[in-house]
């Protein structure tokens, strides 16, 4: 069966970069991209960025460029997201999420159980 | 503010009907992209409802429809049972910039 399996919480000062892993497992990893999602406390969804597991792709939400670095680890099915100059509205969970892309249907098929990273000094 | 905009709460009691709506754009919903839903029970990751604007994913009853027409799209709930008590996310694709995912704001269904 399709797993995702994220890293646990963090804690990081404002100023600090934080990096979360996201390990695939039951599906051919090349064959679908791995998207990030955050959830600030109590606020809802909001997408963060995706990458294409066979050509290194990326897009990512305007609000976090230059910010944001996305990258994959074929060998060992495993995507990772950087976030960099954390701020304290970056606390949020950050889920890692399977893509699933073809044509006009671009939906999220699994997802990961979240990491909590918090931004406080 | 979210890009796609949903009502914040509904409520119904059980064995109802709700519905829960999604209204988009012309670069999103509009320009021919699926609305897929997600749930989330409280503490937990979301779970994809319906793909591609109708379809449900193996597990999910059939009693949760999903619809989509022009820039809007509709989720809705038979026989509202109290495990139905959840956030409900609608997530589409927008083609303005350089393209991204976007969600609505999520709504929040209470069963009375």
């Known amino acids: 069966q399709v797993q995702l399996v994220q890293s646990g919480a963090e804690v990081k000062k404002p100023g600090a970069s934080v990096k979360v892993s996201c390990k695939a497992s039951g599906y051919t990893f090349s064959t679908y991209g791995i998207s990030w999602v955050r959830q600030a406390p109590g606020q809802g969804l909001e997408w963060v960025g995706w990458i294409s597991s066979h050509n290194d792709n990326t897009k990512n939400a305007q609000k976090l460029q230059g910010r944001v670095i996305m990258t994959i680890d074929t060998s060992t099915s495993t995507a990772y997201m950087e976030l960099r100059s954390l701020r304290s509205d970056d606390t949020a969970v950050y889920y890692c999420?399977?893509?699933?892309?073809?044509?006009?249907?671009?939906?999220?098929?699994?997802w990961g159980q979240g990491t909590l990273v918090t931004v406080a000094s | 503010q979210s890009v796609l905009t949903q009502p914040p709460s509904v409520s119904g009691a059980p064995g109802q009907r709700v519905t829960i709506s999604c209204t988009g754009s012309s670069s999103n919903i509009g320009a021919g992209y699926d609305v897929h839903w997600y749930q989330q029970l409280p503490g937990t990751a979301p779970k994809l409802l319906i793909y591609?604007?109708?379809n449900r994913p193996s597990g999910v009853p059939d009693r949760v429809s999903g619809s989509k027409s022009g820039a809007s799209a509709s989720l809705a709930i038979t026989g509202l049972q109290a495990e139905d008590e959840a956030d409900y996310y609608c997530?589409?694709?927008?083609?303005?910039?350089?393209?991204?995912?976007?969600f609505g704001g999520g709504t929040k269904l209470t069963v009375l």
């Open positions: 591609g604007n109708s």
């Open positions: 999420a399977r893509v699933w892309f073809s044509g006009y249907d671009r939906h999220f098929d699994y």
């Open positions: 997530q589409s694709y927008d083609s303005s910039l350089s393209g991204y995912w976007v």
